[in-house]
């Protein structure tokens, strides 16, 4: 599987009993916990390049995928300047820094959202967890795995950049979304992500999605771009989720603090994100899922064992 060598994201020199120790507690976690977590999906998006619209789309596809029926909860994974909690116009009490410090439960952070999706919220200006250390990430699956009513979308808002904490975050996921723009240097960014995750991390599969577009072939093009240079260079699978139009109507309800598919549902942006919700729901069935390990399932234990061979 992918993400089973050991990996410098991980940070070694904890002690083999710690380490034991850190197994079975997550162990321990999953054990506690009877319900089926292996048909969580987990999407991690990230894009390299800074504001081409991560946030917007997770907050969007979140809103449009709870309006199909599914149970979603969003992680604000830029953890030093999360955003997720404005873009919906919540006030959370506390943050994810509270769970990595042992000071609360996942369950008592979680913030309720439109259509009764649920947020993990990041701290803005924090500093704190720039770089996940190996317990804190050990502390974080197993917060997920004792969720008690675990969702059955998970969506990551990863910080821009190749930092650390983005390329963990990818590892845990079962899908990397890449985001671009059709900016040229956004190519260029996205491009640097997967070939770090691809060649040091051996991720294979990426899905890309092309925000602000003026029209729908410009987001076509701007994949086939993309795809001409990772085919020649690299050896992963990169697909093409879909597009979302350049819409005032984000802009406007961007401003509102609301997301653009709860408050516009019939803008043209909100439409997008309504039929590529139809699309991730599509790839849940798809077996080729291959993220380095999981947050939830099986693969939890495994990526135990593998941060523990490092
Ligand atoms: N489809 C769109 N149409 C118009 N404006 C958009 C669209 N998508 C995003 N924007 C605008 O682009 C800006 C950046 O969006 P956003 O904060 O979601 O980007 P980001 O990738 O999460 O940024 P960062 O890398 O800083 O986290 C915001 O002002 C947002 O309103
Ligand atoms: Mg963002």
């Known amino acids: 599987m992918a993400g089973s060598s050991s990996t410098p994201v991980l940070v070694p020199g904890i002690s083999a009993q710690r380490r034991l120790d850190q197994a079975s507690g997550l162990?321990?976690?999953?054990?506690?916990?009877?319900?089926?977590?292996?048909?969580?999906?987990?999407?991690?998006?990230?894009?390299g390049k800074g504001g081409v619209g991560k946030s917007n789309v997770v907050a969007n596809l979140a809103v449009a995928a709870a309006r199909q029926g599914r149970?979603?909860?969003?992680?604000?994974?830029?953890?030093?300047?999360?955003?997720?909690?404005?873009?919906?116009g919540l006030t959370p009490q506390y943050t994810i820094e509270d769970v990595l410090s042992g000071q609360r439960r996942l369950e008592e952070v979680l913030v309720t959202?439109?259509?009764?999706?649920?947020?993990?919220?990041?701290?803005?200006?924090?500093?704190?967890?720039?770089?996940?250390?190996?317990?804190?990430?050990?502390?974080?699956?197993s917060a997920f795995l004792q969720l008690a009513s675990p969702p059955d979308l998970l969506l990551i808002d990863c910080a821009a950049g190749i930092s650390a904490n983005v390329l963990y975050f990818s590892l845990v996921a079962h899908e990397t979304l890449v985001v671009v723009s059709p900016d040229p240097t956004s190519l260029t960014d996205a491009y640097a992500l997967v070939k770090i995750l691809s060649t040091r991390y051996h991720l294979r599969t990426f899905r890309m999605l092309v925000n602000k577009v003026k029209h729908s072939q410009e987001g076509k093009d701007v994949f086939r771009k993309l795809s001409l240079v990772t085919d020649r260079f690299l050896t992963i699978s990169l697909d093409y989720l879909g597009c979302v139009p350049t819409d005032d109507y984000v802009t406007m309800a961007v401003a509102q603090q609301r997301a653009v598919c709860d408050v516009y549902p019939r803008a043209p942006a909100s439409r997008a994100f309504t039929s590529l919700v139809k699309a991730l729901n599509d790839w849940r069935g798809d077996c080729s899922w291959q993220g380095g390990f999981q947050l939830f399932g099986p693969a939890a234990l495994g990526a135990t064992r593998t941060v523990t061979e490092g």
């Open 27 to 47: 162990r321990a976690a999953m054990n506690s916990n009877p319900q089926d977590l292996s048909r969580i999906q987990v999407i991690a998006v990230s894009s």
């Open 113 to 141: 959202g439109p259509e009764g999706i649920r947020l993990l919220p990041a701290t803005s200006g924090g500093q704190a967890f720039t770089q996940l250390t190996h317990e804190q990430q050990l502390h974080l699956q």
């Open 71 to 88: 149970k979603v909860l969003i992680m604000d994974a830029d953890l030093a300047l999360g955003n997720v909690d404005i873009l919906l």
